[in-house]
């Protein structure tokens, strides 16, 4: 599943995500904060562990940043 949320982030989607069965998420984010909270909700409520993170520069000369992180349901 591929979550692109807006700053305010994801909450409500990521309490609700178990049900839908996703193994995998991608969350893409444009605010850290809220792609924390968020990452600690997936974890800690969802089960999923967080397998790999990063940034993206998507916006040269400028302060933005993307941040990616990809979370798997272990088997």
Request: include cysteine; charged fraction near 20%; glycine fraction near 10%.
């Amino acid at each position: 599943m591929l979550l692109d949320p807006p700053r305010t982030g994801a909450l409500e989607m990521v309490r609700h995500l178990p049900a839908f069965g996703a193994g995998r998420v991608v969350y893409v984010s444009c605010n850290p904060a809220t792609l924390a909270r968020d990452a600690g909700v997936l974890v800690r409520e969802g089960g999923y562990r967080l397998v790999s993170a990063g940034i993206m520069d998507m916006f040269p000369h400028t302060t933005h940043v993307e941040s990616i992180a990809l979370f798997e349901k272990p088997w």
